[in-house]
């Protein structure tokens, strides 16, 4: 946190909210919250902080960028009822998605690398013929509702069987699907993923693509470092506790 803080400095939730950025209503719901220990009061009633308190919160605003607000929220609770283990799970299951988000980013690669203005991209294996909305939604692990909603959002376009009335998917069509699943594990919302759809059908060039990638890298990154920052000042808190608790 980069200041010296004296054991037995008293501070009110002004000083922590001035500190950091915050309001004292924020610092007092923190409290109510359990993202802070329990603070003692004054004769008067007021609440009296610590520098224990001090790290309590640089830790929680340290975690919330790389674990979200509530993910930090609940290690921040779990730690302060000394259940060190439902913490590090937290924290765990945070690491954990961010691998896996960095795996479907490698998915998404591989997909586009095949790309070429005849072929569009290879993403998995040759399909010769046609399917259904049904299968086709399994083969995804999605709901048909979610297809539906993609074609209404101009993502995929099958055309329909005339007799039957169904929905097709062609080649062409389980492409743009694959695509379209694999963006959206990526946190893109479909009003960014229209544009790069169009690209891919025209082949007209990689540029779009390039960028969104580029941006997936760096948003992926920003979070591994957040969390290293995170518990670093998790850290100092767990150090912190242990010399003031029992």
Same mark, same amino acid.
């Given at each position: 946190?980069?200041?010296?803080?004296?054991?037995?400095?008293?501070?009110?939730?002004?000083?922590?909210?001035?500190?950091?950025? +915050?309001?004292?209503?924020?610092?007092?719901?923190?409290?109510?919250?359990? %993202?802070?220990?329990?603070?003692?009061?004054?004769?008067?009633?007021?609440?009296?902080?610590?520098?224990?308190?001090?790290?309590?919160?640089?830790?929680?605003?340290?975690?919330?960028?790389?674990?979200?607000?509530?993910?930090?929220?609940?290690?921040?609770?779990?730690?302060?009822?000394?259940?060190?283990?439902?913490?590090?799970?937290? %924290?765990?299951?945070?690491?954990?998605? +961010?691998?896996?988000?960095?795996?479907? +980013?490698?998915?998404?690669?591989?997909? +586009?690398?095949?790309?070429?203005?005849?072929?569009?991209?290879?993403?998995?294996?040759?399909?010769?013929?046609?399917?259904?909305?049904?299968?086709?939604?399994?083969?995804?692990?999605?709901?048909?509702?979610?297809?539906?909603?993609?074609?209404?959002?101009?993502?995929?376009?099958?055309?329909?069987?005339?007799?039957?009335?169904?929905?097709?998917?062609?080649?062409?069509?389980?492409?743009?699907?694959?695509?379209?699943?694999?963006?959206?594990?990526?946190?893109?919302?479909?009003?960014? %993923?229209?544009?790069? %759809?169009?690209?891919?059908?025209?082949?007209?060039?990689?540029?779009?693509?390039?960028?969104?990638?580029?941006?997936?890298?760096?948003?992926?990154?920003?979070?591994?470092?957040?969390?290293?920052?995170?518990?670093?000042?998790?850290?100092?808190?767990?150090?912190?506790?242990?010399?003031?608790?029992?």
């Amino acid at each position: 946190m980069g200041r010296n803080l004296q054991s037995g400095e008293k501070l009110r939730p002004v000083d922590l909210a001035r500190r950091h950025g +915050l309001s004292t209503q924020a610092v007092r719901n923190y409290e109510d919250a359990g %993202i802070l220990p329990a603070a003692d009061r004054s004769a008067t009633g007021y609440r009296v902080y610590t520098p224990l308190h001090e790290r309590a919160l640089g830790a929680f605003l340290a975690l919330v960028p790389g674990h979200s607000h509530r993910t930090a929220t609940a290690v921040m609770q779990a730690v302060n009822r000394c259940d060190l283990d439902e913490a590090f799970r937290l %924290i765990d299951g945070s690491h954990a998605q +961010l691998l896996d988000d960095r795996r479907t +980013l490698q998915a998404v690669e591989r997909a +586009l690398r095949g790309l070429s203005p005849r072929t569009g991209p290879a993403l998995g294996p040759p399909r010769s013929g046609r399917t259904f909305i049904g299968p086709l939604a399994a083969e995804l692990g999605v709901r048909a509702a979610t297809l539906r909603k993609w074609e209404q959002a101009g993502l995929v376009r099958p055309r329909r069987d005339p007799v039957t009335g169904y929905r097709v998917y062609d080649e062409a069509d389980v492409r743009d699907a694959r695509l379209v699943q694999q963006l959206r594990r990526g946190g893109y919302p479909l009003e960014q %993923i229209a544009p790069l %759809i169009t690209q891919v059908r025209t082949a007209g060039g990689l540029e779009p693509l390039e960028r969104a990638l580029r941006d997936w890298h760096g948003r992926l990154s920003a979070r591994g470092r957040a969390m290293l920052a995170g518990a670093a000042e998790l850290e100092a808190y767990l150090r912190a506790r242990g010399r003031v608790l029992p």
